[in-house]
């Protein structure tokens, strides 16, 4: 799904950088621009800096666990508290650790597993629609 125009910006955050770079691959052939975060602390600062300059981003993509810092769901919690608004999705190679709880508490929209492909990425765009 090639499209020329840019739909929006989708902020992509993974301790792992192949993820990143495959991420921001598949969203851009979808039509979007992406930033990355390497932890949950870098995307609450990026996310923050950005609805400041008026730069709201169209979705996260938050990976749920980042050993020794700060992970997704904490990550999109302190997002929500600026942003009632965001659309998220956490990404996650094993879902067996997800608190669906938290999840629909945080109106997390989707999981989004690992390794991506572009297909996920496809449904993905689907749910966060145009901006």
């Given at each position: ?28 052939r979808c039509g979007f621009s992406a930033d990355f975060a390497e932890d949950g602390k870098q995307a609450v600062e990026l ?60 109106s997390i929209r989707g999981i989004l597993p690992k390794p991506f492909r572009e297909n996920d990425i496809s449904q993905l ?7």
């Open positions: 799904m090639q499209n020329d125009q840019c739909r929006g910006r989708v902020l992509v955050m993974d301790d792992d950088e192949d993820i990143r770079m495959i991420a921001g691959f598949y969203l851009e996310y923050g800096t950005a609805l400041s300059q008026g730069r709201r981003y169209a979705a996260v993509i938050m990976d749920l666990s980042v050993p020794g810092r700060m992970g997704g769901l904490e990550a999109i919690a302190r997002i929500t508290e600026v942003d009632p608004n965001l659309i998220a999705f956490i990404s996650s190679g094993s879902t067996e650790f997800l608190d669906q709880v938290e999840m629909e508490r945080l765009i689907e749910a966060i629609g145009t901006p």
